[in-house]
């Protein structure tokens, strides 16, 4: 568990980024902008999309000073860690998926920087399969939260409860249904970015939540 040493590296990823007044269009995801939204969880990393691939070099420009001196030996996208020399790791799957990757281990923290070139058919969808948290929807959705001294974006739970969905993580579902519960939540957006069968087990959820309150 990171307890909350990943607070203090993003802040110091934040410090980094706004002191530099580089300008990348860059989203909080996962685990760590949930937390931030108010859900109780543990975060086990810090992943950061980026929206243009140049945005990925650009990150592994202002966060040199964490990489490697020599090249990566690990090759797998998931061990990889950016270099002065490989700041950028590019990775196509058979599938088509492709993305751009720069990657550190800061004060024992995973740090990504993501870009997705190619999402190879995974549904992203604003009218019934459901906003995918790393599709194109995102960027014009994202929402600014507070962050220590820092204004920051994020991926909206409305949109992440959907991927939670998808990869069958219950525990992370119910920790941002029960959020969406006691802090509200856009029920437009919901609408748009929860898939159909979701959308109705939400719903089930939240009236099984009434019914309990109310005995």
């Given at each position: 568990m990171l307890g909350n040493n990943w607070r203090s590296v993003l802040e110091k990823i934040c410090d980094i980024y706004f002191q530099a007044g580089t300008k990348i269009d860059w989203i909080l995801v996962g685990s760590?902008?949930?937390?931030?939204?108010?859900?109780d969880m543990e975060p086990?990393?810090?992943?950061?999309?980026?929206?243009?691939q140049e945005g990925a070099a650009k990150f592994a420009e202002l966060l040199r000073e964490f990489s490697l001196t020599e090249t990566s030996e690990n090759r797998e996208s998931h061990t990889w860690l950016s270099s002065k020399d490989e700041p950028?790791?590019?990775?196509t799957f058979p599938s088509g998926f492709s993305w751009s990757k720069a990657r550190w281990v800061i004060d024992g923290v995973d740090v990504e920087v993501v870009h997705i070139s190619n999402s190879a058919?995974?549904?992203d969808s604003?009218?019934?399969?459901?906003?995918?948290?790393?599709?194109k929807y995102i960027w014009a959705l994202s929402k600014n939260v507070e962050f220590g001294n820092f204004t920051i974006p994020v991926v909206p739970l409305e949109i992440q409860l959907e991927s939670n969905f998808r990869r069958n993580r219950q525990d992370r579902a119910e920790?941002?249904?029960?959020?969406?519960?006691?802090?509200?939540f856009d029920e437009q957006l919901l609408r748009k970015a929860l898939s159909s069968p979701h959308l109705a087990a939400f719903f089930k959820r939240m009236w099984q939540s009434k019914s309990l309150d109310h005995k």
């Amino acid at each position: 568990m990171l307890g909350n040493n990943w607070r203090s590296v993003l802040e110091k990823i934040c410090d980094i980024y706004f002191q530099a007044g580089t300008k990348i269009d860059w989203i909080l995801v996962g685990s760590a902008g949930s937390v931030l939204q108010g859900c109780d969880m543990e975060p086990g990393d810090i992943d950061i999309y980026v929206k243009e691939q140049e945005g990925a070099a650009k990150f592994a420009e202002l966060l040199r000073e964490f990489s490697l001196t020599e090249t990566s030996e690990n090759r797998e996208s998931h061990t990889w860690l950016s270099s002065k020399d490989e700041p950028v790791f590019h990775q196509t799957f058979p599938s088509g998926f492709s993305w751009s990757k720069a990657r550190w281990v800061i004060d024992g923290v995973d740090v990504e920087v993501v870009h997705i070139s190619n999402s190879a058919g995974i549904p992203d969808s604003t009218t019934g399969e459901g906003i995918w948290e790393g599709g194109k929807y995102i960027w014009a959705l994202s929402k600014n939260v507070e962050f220590g001294n820092f204004t920051i974006p994020v991926v909206p739970l409305e949109i992440q409860l959907e991927s939670n969905f998808r990869r069958n993580r219950q525990d992370r579902a119910e920790a941002i249904i029960t959020a969406l519960k006691r802090d509200g939540f856009d029920e437009q957006l919901l609408r748009k970015a929860l898939s159909s069968p979701h959308l109705a087990a939400f719903f089930k959820r939240m009236w099984q939540s009434k019914s309990l309150d109310h005995k």
